[in-house]
């Protein structure tokens, strides 16, 4: 099995590999989803302060709480490629990789425009008023140190068919490199 680790700062792109892992049917975990799911539990209303305070309370102590979660589910998947949504420091992926090979992909996009995106997508547990919160929090989280240390890069800017291809060489080239290397270890 291969785990793709997708990364990015909020509205980089990262909801075009979940497009990808639907369209190729991927088994596809984010750790948002968990968040978001869990604060329907606790019937909270889906605003950027409960996000905030959930996502911290679940990443726990260590910062991997919710990423233990995700790949516990991650890992019991049949198939051989998963991806992973949501990590935001470099030992949640290692916490990956010593459990199966893994390649993080870093979704970039310029501040600007992944702010407009934010205004446009309209989630209510995101907002444009929020953004440079989200922001400094992602980042106090450790976001930058996966996205700065990935495997591959996305820069998206263009299409999302663009970076739909982009996807497509990267996981490709990465599953066919790990398939490869599994076998040469066998």
């Known amino acids: 099995m291969i785990i793709f680790i997708i990364v990015g700062m909020p509205a980089s792109g990262k909801n075009i590999a979940r497009e990808y892992a639907v369209k190729y049917n991927i088994s596809y975990f984010a750790t948002g989803d968990i968040v978001r799911e869990e604060m329907k539990n606790q019937a909270l209303e889906a605003n950027v302060e409960n996000t905030a305070a959930i996502s911290t309370r679940l990443r726990g102590n260590d910062g991997m709480g919710v ?17 992973l949504e949501g990590m ?13 090979a893994c390649c993080v992909i870093a979704f970039l996009a310029p501040r600007e425009l992944r702010r407009q995106r934010v205004a ?3 989630r209510s547990d995101d907002s444009p008023t929020a953004f440079e919160e989200r922001d400094t929090r992602e980042i106090a989280y450790g976001t930058a ?7 591959a890069y996305i820069l998206n800017t263009a299409t999302m068919d663009d970076a739909m291809t982009d996807l497509d060489r990267i996981v490709s080239y990465c599953h066919d490199k790990g398939t490869k290397n599994r076998t040469s270890t066998e």
Do not use: M, N, Y
């Not at 991650?74 to 051989?80: F, I, K, R, V």
């Not at 935001?88 to 990789?97: C, Y």
């Not at 140190?145 to 495997?151: E, G, H, N, V, Y």
């Open 67 to 83: 990423t233990r979660i995700a790949l516990a589910t991650a890992l019991a998947c049949p198939g051989d490629i998963v991806f």
């Open 88 to 100: 935001r420091s470099w030992p949640e992926v290692e916490l990956v990789r010593k459990q199966t």
């Open 120 to 122: 446009s997508r309209g």
């Open 145 to 151: 140190i996966p996205i700065a240390l990935a495997d």
